[in-house]
């Protein structure tokens, strides 16, 4: 896990290494353990190191392999690497390291682009090639490694955060209507290639991008499951269902532990990251540390989920951290989390994981986190409705987005309307596609490959990589991802939802986290915005620099700051605190 960074050059100049250093330099709380550069004519790497795997030196990025004529800067982990390396060794190639950066290098060699479909991982990275000049971008399949992109004629510039894009001081800032809608709309969710600035694009998950010397590209997307039983799948049970995905989550846990460091688990108390725990005490792992944290109450909302960890970390004895952040602690920290978000990032959990890394980092450097299982599984109380709709598409807006375009039409200042609902539009697109016939899987594939990349899967890289933590995702493991698209939706949406993953469950942890009701990562402070919290958003909207942008009508402020604790979403967020953080953002970043 580290964070990368470059520049290619289309017009005849040198990359430039101060710039890259810039670049770099904005990376280093994603790398803390080391820092490097290759600059090669109008192509040039930065990267910052995390050492997990492969701890010497011999593994330092960019990586130069000379013999095959090829540069790499890597960010993540591909978790098969020891059983590639295996096969490489077979046909001959020969390794001067001993991890996964090296075997990236030799796979690509030997099967070129094509390599990414046999990585089982999480993965963003840039390869050269010296002696054609082609430079080729990828990234994994549910996006967990982010990889950030800005392209002229003149040159490209890519980063693992937008921040880093910035620090080149030549981009274009401005606001992207197009992406703003889906802010206010899509619940904070803006899909690649777009985001808030203009200037700045993001690689499609499970994309590869080939770049020529010239500066033209095509892009390949390498794995686009269908959803819905495939041919042979109505013999299965419902305890064959059962038993594939717990043999398959058995797999995928166990493959995020290959690290040369500890690894830990973020224990919020619910089922998915307690069934991690279960299954790692299960394969023989102890003196497992676990970590989790709480709020302040607030409004009569609980700010904790300590009830379940404890539980958890007593039925299995692990070494149990639990973190309190008091509302003061939170108020001092949220500048700090804000500054680290790629994104203006809307929920509630930023903060949280925020502090529970810088909490976790002080312990160990990598952790596993159940993050996906809802997107995947189908967890939420949006999917039930789906089924059998007539209108799908107007089911899942009604439940999921924030506001409809009329609504947005009356509090956005016109100027910064995008002209039509683009929200809308492309919910309706991603529901036409072919591969999902089932309106539940239409809605599950949209979210595991939209919503899910650029809202939880985001917020936990974003959060962890500010303090130097690797998250690994076992739910987002791409072959149980697979498996879990083809079980029937009505498997999938008994027993309130994720009904086939809880009964694996059952096989492994106590019934009580599994039948509770479903929680959330609880800050109440931030949805019922009251005291210095609302002093604080009003200050920011009406700044100087907020009225110059002059994104929201005064009377929508208004009302807003006369009625915080009223106006709050259909997923139960604060209305206030999306426009604000938004502002908040934009000025963290100097924008």
């Known amino acids: 896990m580290c964070g990368i960074c470059g520049e290619i050059r289309f017009d005849g100049r040198m990359a430039s290494p101060e710039r890259i250093e810039r670049m770099g330099n904005c990376l280093a709380r994603r ?59 077979d046909m001959g190639y020969r390794f001067f390291s001993h991890g996964d950066t090296e075997v990236i290098a030799k796979a690509y060699h030997a099967w070129g682009p094509s390599c990414v479909e046999r990585f089982k991982g999480m993965f963003a990275f840039a390869i050269h090639e010296r002696d054609t ?59 690649a290639p777009l985001t808030i600035i203009k200037g700045v694009r993001k690689l499609p998950p499970a994309t590869v991008r080939l770049i020529e010397p010239d500066g033209s590209f095509e892009d390949t997307v390498y794995w686009n499951p269908s959803y819905g039983p495939q041919p042979g799948d109505e013999a299965m049970t419902a305890d064959d269902w059962r038993d594939a995905v717990l043999e398959s989550l058995r797999t995928a846990v166990e493959r995020r532990m290959v690290a040369d460091v500890p690894v830990g688990v973020l224990l ?72 680290a978000m790629s994104e203006p990032m809307v929920s509630y959990d930023n903060i949280g994981f925020y502090l529970l890394s810088r909490e976790v980092s002080k312990h160990i450097k990598v952790v596993q986190s159940g993050q996906g299982a809802d997107e995947v ?11 059998g709709a007539n209108d799908p598409l107007a089911s899942y807006s009604k439940a999921f987005f924030d506001r409809s375009d009329e609504t947005l039409r009356r509090q956005l200042s016109p100027e910064w309307h995008a002209g039509s609902d683009v929200s809308l539009d492309f919910v309706r697109t991603h529901f036409g596609l072919p591969g999902a016939d089932d309106p539940v899987d239409k809605a599950l594939r949209l979210d595991s490959r939209i919503m899910l990349v650029d809202d939880p899967v985001k917020r936990v890289d974003n959060m962890t990589m500010a303090w130097g933590l690797e998250a690994r995702v076992p739910f987002l493991d791409h072959e149980l991802a697979e498996l879990a698209a083809r079980i029937p939706s009505a498997e999938n949406l008994r027993q309130g939802g994720k009904g086939v993953l809880k009964e694996a469950a059952r096989q492994v942890i106590p019934s009580e986290v599994i039948d509770r009701k479903k929680g959330y990562f609880p800050v109440p402070q931030l949805k019922y915005i009251q005291g210095p919290y609302l002093d604080m958003v009003r200050d920011t909207l009406t700044s100087d620099k907020a009225r110059q942008r002059q994104l929201f009508r005064k009377d929508y402020l208004d009302d807003l700051f006369a009625n915080p604790t009223d106006r709050i979403t259909p997923l139960r967020g604060s209305e206030l605190w999306q426009v604000a953080l938004l502002e908040l953002w934009l000025q963290s970043q100097e924008i």
Not at 274 to 297: C, K, N, P, R, Y
């Open 31 to 89: 790398g803390p353990d080391g820092a490097g550069q290759v600059v090669r004519g109008n192509v040039g790497f930065g990267h910052r190191r995390l050492k997990i795997i492969d701890l010497s030196e011999k593994a330092q990025q960019p990586m130069v392999d000379a013999d095959l004529g090829l540069t790499l800067a890597f960010n993540g982990c591909i978790y098969n690497y020891p059983a590639l390396r295996a096969e490489l060794l």
């Open 133 to 191: 000049g082609r430079v080729m971008l990828a990234r994994d399949r549910f996006g967990i490694k982010p990889l950030y992109l800005s392209q002229t004629p003149e040159r490209l510039y890519f980063a693992s955060s937008l921040q880093s894009i910035l620090r080149t001081g030549d981009v274009d800032t401005s606001i992207d209507r197009e992406a703003l809608h889906h802010y206010m709309t899509f619940h904070a969710v803006v899909p």
């Open 268 to 339: 919020s108390g619910g089922v998915d990251s307690s069934l991690i725990v279960g299954l790692l005490a299960e394969a023989g792992q102890t003196g497992l540390s676990t970590f989790s944290i709480g709020f302040e109450d607030a409004n009569g909302e609980v700010g904790n989920e300590f009830e379940y960890s404890d539980l958890i970390a007593r039925h299995y004895d692990t070494k149990h951290h639990k973190i309190f952040v008091p509302g003061s602690e939170l108020m001092e920290n949220l500048p700090g989390a804000i500054a």
């Open 377 to 387: 599984f189908g967890g939420y109380h949006w999917y039930p409705p789906l089924a």
